[in-house]
């Protein structure tokens, strides 16, 4: 039969970034490329104890259906965590997520018709751009550099006049950059949202991973008229797998959102939300964040200093605070999509992720995401020496 697609199918496909990947499959390829956690840090034993207490205990309730909006005590414990870190927000302006990635798609579907426009950072996470396209959305970019999001390059998109409806950020640890939004861009991106008044979606999956530095305020702190949504997820902190995030917003904003969680898959799993409320209960996230944190920043200056010494000087990359992430530079008219698929996966079996579909309006070539947090420190020096050494070789 002739299948009657909507239109919006025109804009959801595979990316090329999955399409070279799907090169490295072997399992002898090293992939810095995924945005993974290292699995060895994964409280396993512990979230084994809890998932079989939670069953023997209350079983006929952990398999049951429950709110949509999620177990009480659970958003209790997220919104007491988010006034820790200056959100003044209690467990009704909380919503339960199937991850961070299900709270872009249901912005998107809050608030986009065809046609209208999303503002994002230049380059942004690929994750944001595939939960809005289906929506049919255009994309303005705003250029970043040390401090983030360009707030001056910012205004100037907005004094053009496009019918946008948000901004999308990730002011911590930016995917794909490592880079963190300093405290007067974070402070001037409000005035012009206020200004022009437009909600700002706040993006935060890596914000309590940081080694270094005074951690700048969360723009939902700084928020004076409710116009920012905020995600979070416990996906780098306890393990993906669960597939729990949240959503912190005014009242009106939440309420919508949980309309449409209702209608996209009624809740998220009782079990999962019972277990990650008792480990908050009776376990120490904080220390246990605190163990991830040496762990990666150990990853982070082992892959740092490999690339500062093994890698050509006409590659520049970024020095994160904290996340999972750096950001690679090559030297115009350099493809890195092209060098992994001809050079490092044949020749070294190593691979990355070509930057240039992380950028929404004019794809890059020159660029590469490299991730520190999944493979061990021998395979970061061994896998960061290659590459440095086949990048000699071409770039000379």
Request: glycine share 8%; hydrophobic share 40%; proline share 6%.
């Amino acid at each position: 039969m002739t299948f009657q697609f909507a239109s919006r199918m025109q804009r959801v496909g595979p990316s090329a970034i999955r399409e070279l990947l799907r090169l490295g499959a072997d399992p002898e390829v090293t992939s810095f490329g995924g945005g993974y956690p290292d699995a060895t840090l994964f409280p396993t034993d512990v979230l084994s104890r809890l998932f079989r207490d939670v069953l023997e205990a209350r079983g006929a309730t952990a398999l049951q259906y429950t709110v949509s909006n999620g177990i009480a005590p659970l958003r209790a414990q997220i919104a007491e965590r988010a006034r820790r870190d200056g959100i003044a927000c209690d467990a009704d302006q909380v919503l339960i997520l199937n991850g961070g990635q299900q709270g872009l798609d249901l912005v998107a579907k809050m608030m986009l018709d065809p046609g209208d426009v999303v503002i994002t950072e230049d380059p942004t996470f690929l994750g944001a751009l595939v939960a809005f396209d289906p929506y049919e959305p255009h994309y303005r970019a705003v250029r970043m550099d040390a401090e983030g999001m360009d707030t001056d390059d910012l205004l100037r998109v907005l004094q053009a006049g496009p019918r946008a409806k948000f901004i999308y950020t990730v002011p911590d640890f930016q995917n794909p950059t490592g880079v963190t939004m300093s405290l007067r861009r974070r402070r001037r991106l409000l005035e012009l949202a206020r200004e022009f008044d437009l909600l700002v979606l706040e993006d935060t999956p890596y914000r309590a991973l940081r080694f270094e530095g005074e951690a700048p305020p969360t723009l939902k702190s700084l928020d004076e008229d409710g116009r920012v949504i905020h995600l979070g997820s416990f996906s780098k902190l306890l393990a993906p797998g669960l597939r729990l995030g949240w959503a912190i917003a005014d009242d009106v904003l939440i309420q919508r959102l949980g309309l449409l969680k209702l209608a996209a898959d009624t809740q998220c799993g009782t079990l999962a939300m019972e277990v990650v409320s008792r480990f908050l209960d009776e376990y120490d996230l904080d220390a246990h964040v605190d163990r991830i944190r040496r762990t990666y920043r150990r990853k982070r200056d082992v892959m740092l200093r490999t690339i500062e010494t093994r890698f050509p000087p006409q590659v520049a990359f970024t020095r994160p605070q904290g996340g999972m992430f750096t950001w690679l530079t090559f030297p115009a008219g350099f493809d890195a999509a092209r060098f992994m698929a001809g050079t490092m996966l044949p020749r070294a079996k190593v691979a990355y992720v070509p930057g240039e579909s992380f950028f929404p309006v004019a794809g890059r070539p020159n660029h590469a995401r490299i991730s520190y947090s999944t493979q061990d420190e021998d395979t970061i020096v061994r896998g960061m020496t290659t590459l440095g050494e086949l990048l000699t070789e071409v770039l000379g």
